[in-house]
Nanobody, 114 residues
Framework: QVQLVESGGGLVQPGGSLRLSCTAS????????IAWYRQPPGKQRRYVAI???????NIANSVKGRFTISRDNALNTVYLQMINLEPDDTAVYYC????????WGQGTQVTVSS
């Protein structure tokens, strides 16, 4: 089973940028569809972006134009590039397989605040 580990979060000012990484252990990473999700404080976890195994991507409307997702199968990594960050982007960000979820990892905290 693929194990996924998130990294790259931190504290950033409004308007700033971050790139999150989701690195997998295990084989056949390129055959998996991987999604980024986020859970703001006190709210439900929702998807924000999907990297399909065929190389295509889907971005949630709430972040379209500011977030992009990409993958490097040679490094077993999916990236979430976030620009023009807003306070409402504050959340714990997770990656997981899509649509059939695997175990949730620890996530990486993103805090957007001045």
């Amino acid at each position: 089973q693929v194990q996924l580990v998130e990294s790259g979060g931190g504290l950033v000012q409004p308007g700033g940028s971050l790139r999150l990484s989701c690195t997998a252990s295990g084989s056949m990473f390129g055959s998996y569809t991987i999604a980024w999700y986020r859970q703001p404080p006190g709210k439900q976890r929702r998807y924000v972006a999907i990297s399909n195994a065929d190389g295509s991507a889907n971005i949630a409307n709430s972040v379209k134009g500011r977030f992009t997702i990409s993958r490097d199968n040679a490094l077993n990594t999916v990236y979430l590039q976030m620009i023009n960050l807003e306070p409402d982007d504050t959340a714990v960000y997770y990656c997981n397989m899509f649509p059939d979820l695997g175990p949730w990892g620890q996530g990486t905290q993103v805090t957007v605040s001045s």
